[in-house]
């Protein structure tokens, strides 16, 4: 308390103020006080004077300290407030602080006073930052959810607005081939490479889209049929180069039922199932891809496991491979959101995911999520 401290007591008797300065003089706190003993003068003081800390004594002739704590509290003022009276029962004391003053000293234990009123002040200070910051935060929350709306909006409006023109194209794609074999333009490998370009453009938007619904949407639980699911990541994939190619194994060993939430699990093994295609090795004559679901723990968990002996991961970018828009290479396929958005999907399942590669010759993915059985 370096700076003057301003202080308004509400006292009848000039004697009991002046033994309350000597108190405080005494301890080397510096302050300029006001005394006044009726309620108008009191109430004005608080506007006039502006005090730092209230000083009250409990009975007055016309007032008393119950009516001076509620008249700051109406006028929502933050002031420190310590009644200074004489013997007091523990019901009255106790009361006292119910009502919202800080503390109570006894006139006949008036060496408590300095310590009453630095805590006062400092318990005032740090409530005033607390909610300084909780106004902080909740204008940032406000702001974040303002921020969240506008980008839910933008990330529909885009794609809506790019997958709309898309489809019209693959369409437009699918009747020159027609025509092209028809007449035999030769175009086919040409229109086959828009059609594939066209094809990573609406998968790229939408892993955007997933990615917006994964962080807004709550888990919505249903029972899930593993093989089911996974049969139908495979047909939406079927445009993807060498899919025919590769030789597709699914297996499932659950032994209950198995609930999660099915759009997220299904982004997750569309991600992955499309990765093992695009980086299939083409130099291989037999290609593989291989889903395992097995329950484990108890039947607490299940255990997915997407395994291809495909170009395999280099060790250098093992670590590296979940951060948003990663690319091996310029050469790499995609925009490089896929096993971000796995990642970012696996956290709002409480699930996990690892990885094990040989370079050149497989890799396998292994993905636990909990069955999240209903109550």
């Known amino acids: 308390m370096n700076e003057e401290l301003k202080i308004l007591m509400l006292e009848d008797v000039p004697e009991d103020a002046e033994l309350l300065e000597r108190v405080l003089k005494k301890e080397k706190i510096s302050f300029t006080a006001l005394r006044v003993d009726e309620r108008a003068k009191y109430t004005e003081a608080l506007i006039s004077f502006a005090p730092d800390v209230i000083l009250s004594d409990h009975s007055l002739p016309q007032f008393n300290s119950v009516e001076a704590l509620e008249i700051i509290q109406s006028m929502k003022l933050d002031i420190p407030f310590i009644v200074v009276t004489g013997s007091v029962s523990e019901e009255f004391a ?62 529909y409006s885009v794609s809506h607005n790019l997958r709309s023109p898309l489809a019209s194209v ?28 066209v094809n990573r453009l609406d998968e790229t938007i939408k892993e955007i889209l997933d990615y917006s619904r994964n962080a807004r949407n709550p888990l919505t639980l249903s ?21 025919a190619d590769i030789i597709k194994t699914i297996h499932v060993k659950l032994d209950v039922p198995f609930y999660s939430d099915q759009y997220r699990l299904s982004t997750i093994l569309q991600s992955l199932i499309s990765n093992s295609i695009l980086y299939c090795d083409e130099k291989k004559v ?11 723990d ?33 050469e790499s396929k995609g925009a490089g959101l896929g096993l971000y958005i796995v990642k970012e999907t696996l956290q709002k399942l409480n699930g996990t995911i690892s990885v094990e590669s040989t370079l050149g010759v497989e890799t396998t993915f292994t993905v636990v999520v909990p069955n999240v059985k209903p109550i």
């Open 298 to 330: 108890h039947d607490s968990k299940i255990r997915i496991t997407v395994k291809d002996n495909g170009i395999g991961i280099d060790n250098e970018y093992i670590h590296t491979i979940y951060n948003m828009f990663f690319r091996a290479t310029d």
């Open 170 to 197: 693959l369409g437009l794609v699918h009747v020159a081939k027609l025509e092209d074999q028809k007449y035999n333009f030769n175009f086919s490998p040409y229109l086959s490479m828009i059609e594939q370009s």
């Open 223 to 243: 029972p899930i049929n593993m093989e089911k699911l996974v049969k139908e990541c495979f047909d939406r994939i079927k445009y993807l180069d060498r899919y």
């Open 94 to 155: 106790v009361n006292c602080i119910k009502r919202g003053a800080d503390d109570y000293v006894l006139k006949s234990n008036l060496s408590r006073l300095p310590v009453a009123i630095k805590f006062s002040l400092m318990q005032h200070d740090m409530q005033r930052k607390r909610k300084q910051d909780e106004e902080s935060l909740r204008r940032q929350n406000e702001e974040l959810i303002k921020i969240n709306r506008e980008l839910d909006s933008f990330v």
């Open 286 to 296: 037999k290609k593989t891809l291989r889903i395992e679901a097995k329950s484990i």
